[in-house]
């Protein structure tokens, strides 16, 4: 498999054409819009939890490149029914294979799907459209602690 | 016995072509495995070893500071630096006192839009008078600018308490001549537009507005960042007030940029930096300054970068402006046709019945700008994604991001088909399994 196979494996288009968790909804507990400048991509990501404090659902919608819309979709599969420390974890975790350029492969254990997007890493330009709904779904879940 | 004339305004030919990218190094990388196709001349072109040699020449022999000290050196540097003024007046149609060097275009409109904010502050004094704006008056720009001719005429505005009316675009993302007529008005004190957008490639009908603004009493400025690399400029010609130039898109160096100002209206701006190099006598509580082009060259200037820009202009100039700007057509016109063949690709203003120079920008329907520009750069083929800091005209046209291809005199007739058939393989890649 070529780099450029393994950046854009069958499972990132299948979730960029078909996302998961997209949608917003109107009761908003925790929201965070994140933009990427250089491109105008965008998210808005809500973390709603259950009354048990762990994370029911993220929810989000926004546009941008398969990268980035993978991602978010595959951020929503990951976190339901995850502790709020428990997902924190996991976005370090994915952060931390996210830059390393290329050097650790994303746990599948760990980050689920997601896991697909670690040929994402070499391609330094395109950590931020990976990390874009990540970045705000640890903002929405700073913003509702607070 | 006959005589062979050169035709001034052929298209260069294939050996010609050749030879040209023989003077660019950087044409001879791979990438990827593959041989560098660049087609983002639109962002930022290459430099052939003249302008390199130039700068190096300059920095090896003759560095030193100019228009001060009275060594040997100095006085070359100062020669070398006022000549390379003279040789890109003489490449845009100006006089060589009406060039004044900037860090780059977005630096040049400041200029002029802080000079105009201090004229209305009251610096300039009664000479600078017919250069301030208030409420009521009104500075015209259009959708389709590059945001450096936009934002410093927002803020011009807002620091002036004048208003800032936008020429807005047609469906196909042109000009809309007719609404230019309403906006531009006897309120009007200053058009701002781009002779060339660097999103749609296609030339603006400058006269027509120009003539409006001439009508209204209204000052020009035109961003000739995409126009005076590629098509043969003559700022006199076109009757305007302000062009500014990039010398980065233009064969120069970064960091080097230029402002045309006739002579008339520079003789009464105030400065907009202020510092060394731009007075005449300095008190602790006052400071009468020099003429123009020196009035708004403050501090220690980018000698080997003008140097090294003068150098660009000869290396055009000796290829020929004419020849380059048809050279360059015949891509616009194929990168348009071959891309627009392409089920689901769109060619930004396409459907503009104006003359286009060598850039196209295009949607493809169901892929983002920045996953086709990846898919391309894995063959080698570098140009641009994103907005190209032009997001009202994206807006306009409905969507965020595009895809830019654009040329110069060293592309080639397979680099541009490169990038057609690249489309072509994208979309079957990124619709695999779909």
Known sequence: ?146 | MSTIEADLSAPLTDAEVQRIREDFPILRTEVNGHPLAYLDSGATSQRPLAVLDAERAFATGMNSAVHRGAHTLAAEATELFEDARASVARFVGADDDEIVWTSNATEAVNLVAYSLSNASLGRGGAASESLRLGPGDEIVTTEMEHHANLIPWQELAARTGATLKVIPLDDHGALRLDAAAELITARTRLVAFTHVSNVLGVINPVADLVGLARRAGALVLLDACQSAPHLPLDVKALDVDFAVLSGHKMLGPTGIGALYGRRALLEIMPPFLTGGSMITTVTTTTAEYLPPPQRFEAGTQRVSQAIALAAAVDYLTAVGMPRIAAHEAAFGARLVDGLSAIDGVRVLGAGIDLPRVGLASFDVDGIHSHDLGQYLDDLGIALRVGHHCAQPLHRRLGITSSTRASTYLYTTDAEVDAVIAGVAGAIDFFRRGA
């Open chain 1, 1 to 146: 498999m070529s780099d450029l196979q393994n950046l854009y494996q069958e499972l990132v288009l299948d979730h960029s054409r078909t996302p998961h968790g997209y949608g917003l909804r109107e009761e908003i507990r925790a929201q965070s819009h994140q933009l990427n400048p250089t491109c105008g991509d965008e998210v808005t990501v809500q973390v709603h939890r259950a009354a048990d404090g762990t994370v029911e659902a993220i929810a989000w919608e926004g546009h941008g490149c398969a990268i980035s819309q993978a991602s978010a979709s595959m951020l929503a599969d990951l976190a339901e029914g995850l502790t709020v420390d428990d997902l924190e974890g996991r976005i370090a975790s994915f952060r931390e294979a996210m830059r390393s350029r290329g050097k650790i492969q994303p746990d599948e254990e760990m980050l689920g799907d997601a896991a697909a997007l670690g040929g994402v890493s070499k391609y330094v330009a395109r950590v931020k459209c990976a990390m874009l709904a990540w970045v705000a779904a640890e903002d929405a879940l700073a913003k509702s602690t607070v």
